[in-house]
């Protein structure tokens, strides 16, 4: 089971390894958890949930009061992986997967993971803003947020703009458009404002605004993500080891270089990382002579 957990990881796609760091964050909370209940003797089950939150699960919650979160500023990116209840993470890695299947139809890998981790973070400054903001809402200060809900929004409202009129098939209510869907969802939201949960509902609205926002900048010619992305990707480069000696390869009569040669066998990678992905959306049938041709060949390759 492990090996297949590790191969699906390699293999998947950004939607399958997001929804593998929640769920994995979620059971490790969980496994926390009950340990704590089995060596904890004379504590209710809510005083249990109390120490809980003020041992763990308060190094990954974004704050409300902003001094709080400059003591722990790395909250505000481990919030939008952290879930507690299950329903909260059901519901949550449910959306993920429906919208996120539909956003990779349409862009890139890449694009999903800034508007996952941007959409939260423009969820969690918004909500900020407004309970430090609003008298009305001073109430909620003291109140943490956890959750994938604001850069769920940020995905779901973003393809919504791209693809405004694909249709979904929804029980019960049979097709729907994704304009529709959206709509719903926005409204929602801003009615329930007014709940116990403001700083949540208010964070789905941050989302919302970031995935609006960069599909009207995309339509443009402007990726507001890409800056992101190069840094990650300057963050992998760093930490990756490299090799200590400047060895090259000969093919033919033409020397490439490890920079060269790397990159090759990245952007094969890259190659075979989008068949395999079309063939989870459409099935082999729905690939080209040449793609088959493609993984045919590499195939071979790696026996």
């Given at each position: 089971m492990i090996d297949e957990i590790k191969l699906s990881l390699r293999q998947g796609n950004i939607l399958t390894r997001l929804i593998f760091i929640n769920v994995a964050v979620f059971v490790l909370l969980g496994l926390l958890f009950v340990i704590l209940r089995l060596f904890t003797s004379g504590v209710t089950l809510s005083g249990l949930q109390a120490q809980f939150n003020d041992t763990v699960l308060k190094y990954l919650m974004v704050p409300s009061v902003p001094g709080e979160l400059l003591r722990r500023p790395w909250t505000i990116i481990t919030y939008m992986f952290t879930h507690f209840n299950f329903l909260h993470?059901?519901?949550?890695?449910?959306?993920?997967?429906?919208?996120?299947?539909?956003?990779?139809?349409?862009?890139?890998?890449?694009?999903?993971?800034?508007?996952?981790?941007?959409?939260?973070?423009?969820?969690?400054?918004?909500?900020?803003?407004?309970?430090?903001?609003?008298?009305?809402?001073?109430?909620?200060?003291?109140?943490?947020?956890?959750?994938?809900?604001?850069?769920?929004m940020a995905i779901v409202i973003g393809i919504a703009f791209y693809v405004p009129d694909y249709t979904l098939y929804m029980l019960?209510?049979?097709?729907?458009?994704?304009?529709?869907?959206a709509l719903v969802f926005i409204i929602m939201d801003v009615l329930l404002i007014g709940s116990y949960n403001a700083g949540g509902h208010i964070a789905h609205l941050g989302g919302a605004l970031y995935g609006y926002a960069f599909i009207t900048l995309l339509r443009k010619g402007r990726d507001i993500g890409d800056w992101l992305n190069k840094l990650l990707d300057k963050a992998v480069t760093i930490f990756k080891p490299r090799p200590h000696l400047n060895v090259t390869y000969r093919k033919a009569t033409k020397q490439v270089s490890d920079e060269e040669y790397n990159r090759s066998k990245v952007n094969q990678q890259k190659e075979i990382d989008r068949i395999l992905d079309k063939i989870a959306q459409g099935g082999y049938e729905n690939l080209t002579k040449k793609e088959k041709e493609t993984l045919f060949k590499m195939s071979n390759n790696k026996k």
């Open positions: 993470i059901l519901f949550n890695m449910l959306v993920l997967f429906w919208f996120g299947k539909i956003f990779l139809q349409y862009l890139s890998a890449r694009q999903m993971l800034s508007t996952y981790i941007l959409g939260g973070l423009a969820g969690a400054i918004l909500s900020l803003l407004f309970i430090n903001g609003f008298p009305g809402l001073r109430e909620h200060l003291g109140s943490p947020m956890l959750g994938a809900s604001a850069s769920i019960f209510i049979g097709p729907v458009r994704l304009k529709y869907i």
